[in-house]
């Protein structure tokens, strides 16, 4: 059974940094795509940026490039997953998800499996 655990979150000033990680085992043997996604009081759950299973591509929402890097590592059937969030804004603040999937895209349903979440808040 996949479950992505997340950490990292926590309340920060604006213009603050955040790590986010993420770790998920699975047996399978193509490595998975992993993505944050992101979801703030009263709006849909949105794409924030993935990392393909080889590490050799990422995808990163607009409001994302420049601010945040995703990153993995890849150890046996372990796989972690980073979201380094630099120069952070009020309007980053939401519940960052982490999620798991093979032949993925940008919309939630693509991802097979998902953290419980971890919140981010952003103070101005």
């Known amino acids: 059974q996949v479950q992505p655990v997340e950490s990292g979150g926590g309340l920060v000033q604006a213009g603050d940094s955040l790590r986010l990680s993420c770790a998920a085992s699975?047996?399978?043997?193509?490595?998975?795509?992993m993505a944050w996604f992101r979801q703030a009081p009263g709006k849909e759950r949105e794409f924030v940026a993935s990392v393909t299973g080889s590490g050799t591509s990422t995808s990163y929402t607009d409001s994302a490039k420049g601010r945040f890097t995703i990153s993995r590592e890849n150890a046996d059937a372990k796989n972690t997953v980073f979201l380094q969030m630099n120069s952070l804004k009020p309007e980053d603040t939401a519940v960052y998800y982490c999620?798991?999937?093979?032949?993925?895209?940008?919309?939630?349903?693509?991802?097979?499996?998902w953290g419980q979440g971890t919140q981010v808040t952003v103070s101005s």
């Open positions: 699975t047996r399978t043997y193509k490595r998975p795509d």
């Open positions: 999620a798991v999937g093979w032949s993925t895209n940008s919309t939630p349903s693509t991802y097979s499996y």
